[in-house]
């Protein structure tokens, strides 16, 4: 996803006013903690080319999940099995 740098830095213009009119230090360090996530953002950004090759890898290595479903279809026992637990013998 790719997150125009003008639209992160009005997010953050937004938290650091916020955070101007905030009296409680709890709420004031909410708004930090936003700010430096927005700088992650943008330090963490890669180049587009390299983005479109990771996200076409991991697209390739992602299989579906199958779901699993046990049956309750008892299992047919040989002649030298005692019974269905695996400590029968």
């Known amino acids: 996803m790719d997150i125009p ?6 997010k953050m213009a937004k938290e650091i006013h916020e955070a101007q009119l905030c009296h409680n230090m709890q709420q004031i ?15 963490d950004e890669r180049p587009n080319e390299e983005q479109t090759a990771n996200t076409m890898l991991n697209h390739q290595l992602v299989k579906p999940i199958q779901p699993f479903s046990a049956s309750n279809e008892r299992i047919e026992i040989g002649d030298d099995a005692n019974g269905p637990s695996l400590f029968d013998f």
Request: aromatic share 4%.
């Open 5 to 10: 740098v003008t639209t992160v830095f009005a």
């Open 29 to 43: 360090r909410e708004h930090a903690a936003v700010i430096r996530a927005l700088c992650d953002l943008i330090l």
